[in-house]
T-cell receptor, first 112, second 109 residues
Framework: EPEVTQTPSHQVTQMGQEVILRCVPISNHLYFYWYRQILGQKVEFLVSFYNNEISEKSEIFDDQFSVERPDGSNFTLKIRSTKLEDSAMYFC??????????FGDGTRLSIL | RKEVEQDPGPFNVPEGATVAFNCTYSNSASQSFFWYRQDCRKEPKLLMSVYSSGNEDGRFTAQLNRASQYISLLIRDSKLSDSATYLCVVETGRRALTFGSGTRLQVQP
């Protein structure tokens, strides 16, 4: 069964540094998402992306965050200047139209 | 009021038991409903979509009551492998998913 893949599985970064999280969505999927889950808390929506542009973003997704689909297969989330509170699991998801979202196995981001 | 509200549990049940989870949502414009399961420190995995007519997948039965904004999940004949956190998930017209905090199930031998 096709999968959403994410790299790296664990990223450790110093506070203030930039970090890029990578995702390869399922190949025929058209809608892409990023979610995060702080340890012990619920999964929270960050941003959705369709047709090469952001279609929706949450209050969490401020100017420090950006997304890109640079080459037609990868979908990236960049955090420009990381803060301690950015430490979380980050999940990428993708879907075809009107079908449920499928999640990657996540990147654990640890900010020191 | 929380957008999606679930009893956090934990529910501790013996193997073979029947267990029911409930969920309420606040946005009456919500259009799609799902149950996902999440194992510790893993990604959410789709368990089943939930339809107004109710739907069943093996030992799992999901119900939706739009008038009450209420969703349920029934697990029959619980297995050890059912131990996980069950996430009630709602999709609004914007297509982003809103997650509940999850209900933890522990099935004991």
């Amino acid at each position: 069964e096709p999968e959403v893949t994410q790299t790296p599985s664990h990223q450790v970064t110093q506070m203030g540094q930039e970090v890029i999280l990578r995702c390869v969505p399922i190949s025929n999927h058209l809608y892409f998402y990023w979610y995060r889950q702080i340890l012990g808390q619920k999964v929270e929506f960050l941003v959705s992306f369709y047709n090469n542009e952001i279609s929706e973003k949450s209050e969490i997704f401020d100017d420090q965050f950006s997304v890109e689909r640079p080459d037609g297969s990868n979908f990236t989330l960049k955090i420009r200047s990381t803060k301690l509170e950015d430490s979380a699991m980050y999940f990428c998801a993708s879907r075809v139209s009107n079908q449920p979202q499928h999640f990657g196995d996540g990147t654990r981001l640890s900010i020191l | 009021r929380k957008e999606v509200e679930q009893d956090p549990g934990p529910f501790n049940v013996p193997e073979g038991a029947t267990v029911a989870f409930n969920c309420t949502y606040s946005n009456s414009a919500s259009q799609s409903f799902f149950w996902y399961r999440q194992d510790c420190r893993k990604e959410p995995k789709l368990l089943m979509s939930v339809y107004s007519s109710g739907n069943e997948d093996g030992r799992f039965t999901a119900q939706l009551n739009r008038a009450s904004q209420y969703i349920s999940l029934l697990i029959r004949d619980s297995k050890l492998s059912d131990s996980a956190t069950y996430l009630c998930v709602v999709e609004t017209g914007r297509r982003a998913l809103t997650f509940g905090s999850g209900t933890r199930l522990q099935v004991q031998p």
